[in-house]
């Protein structure tokens, strides 16, 4: 999946250059700290600024994808999301991301479902 080997690689250019240009992501779906409306980032200058915000604590990011099922222009992913803070914090947390993409071939919309 390019969109989480970008992150994994700290790709933030490669990373937002997936996304059309009116792209929504929703990480994660609902209310949350950052996100209190739980409407997600709309458009590549809020999805730019969440990749900031999260590059700002997260040191790294591993993934292991358990399934994943493509369905025309979407793609169901079951994933275990490994990530390590600056403060040497680790998390693993199961998610499940959906990814809808757009007429020319970016990413329309990632939503992903998980709790921390």
Avoid at 82 to 100: F, L, Q, V
Wanted: hydrophobic content about 40%; aromatic content about 10%.
């Amino acid at each position: 999946m390019a969109s989480l080997s970008a992150v994994k690689n700290k790709d933030r250019e490669g990373w937002l250059a997936l996304f059309a240009e009116d792209a929504v992501v929703e990480d994660p779906v609902g209310p949350c700290d950052w996100d209190p409306e739980g409407k997600g980032q709309r458009g590549k200058g809020a999805i730019a600024a969440f990749y900031d915000m999260f590059s700002t604590f997260q040191e790294s990011l591993d993934y292991e994808i358990h399934h994943m099922e493509v369905r025309g222009s979407e793609a169901a992913v079951f994933l275990t999301l490994h990530n390590t803070m600056k403060d040497g914090t680790k998390a693993s947390t199961k998610a499940i991301n959906i990814y809808k993409g757009s007429p020319d071939g970016k990413i329309q919309s990632l939503r992903s479902f998980w709790n921390a």
